[in-house]
């Protein structure tokens, strides 16, 4: 399977509190909720056709829980494109500590994470999509496990909280595979990866 990562971005990279306040060592109660604006029915009928073409999704612990808790709990999320497609596929969530899942067709991959996320790629099937989840695209990206990014940006510099790409970390080349912009701002892009970049 490719392994693609479905991200929401501020401009200046902010992935946290995009939907509204979070407890964090940086406050964000001012800030939290910075995608809500922008969300209109184009971008969320985009977000629906990202999810839909996935065949399965993995997730890390914080953001299986939030998930599970939302679109796999509440009727008119579930009925939703986006909570169809989550409910209707396998899901894969990287914790040590999650013993026993309640979303239906979850199964928690407790040990080695890149190894196991390596062997579920080398699975047949399209695309395992990785939605949110910070840390654990950083550990995929610093594995080379990733072959795509999903990139919704959304015009806003936020100035505080996590960011997307570490202040360090490994460099990786991209190719820009496709692209296009809501009339709201929000831009939608997908990079494929490719290797180490080359310098001048």
Known sequence: MKLT???NVSVDGVMQGLGGPVKAAVSLSKCGGW?????????AALTGQVYGRADAFLFGRWTYEVFAGSWGAIEDMKRHPIGEALNSRPKYVASTTLTDPGWADTTVLSGDVAAAVGELKAQPGGE?????????????LDHDLVDEIILLTYPVVVGQGRRLFPDSGPDTALELVESRATAGGVTFQVYRTAGRPQYG
Do not use: K
């Open 5 to 7: 990562t479905n991200t």
């Open 35 to 43: 995608a809500m604006p922008h969300f209109d029915s184009e971008t």
């Open 128 to 140: 395992l999509q990785v939605v949110g989840s910070l840390s654990l695209v950083r550990l995929l």
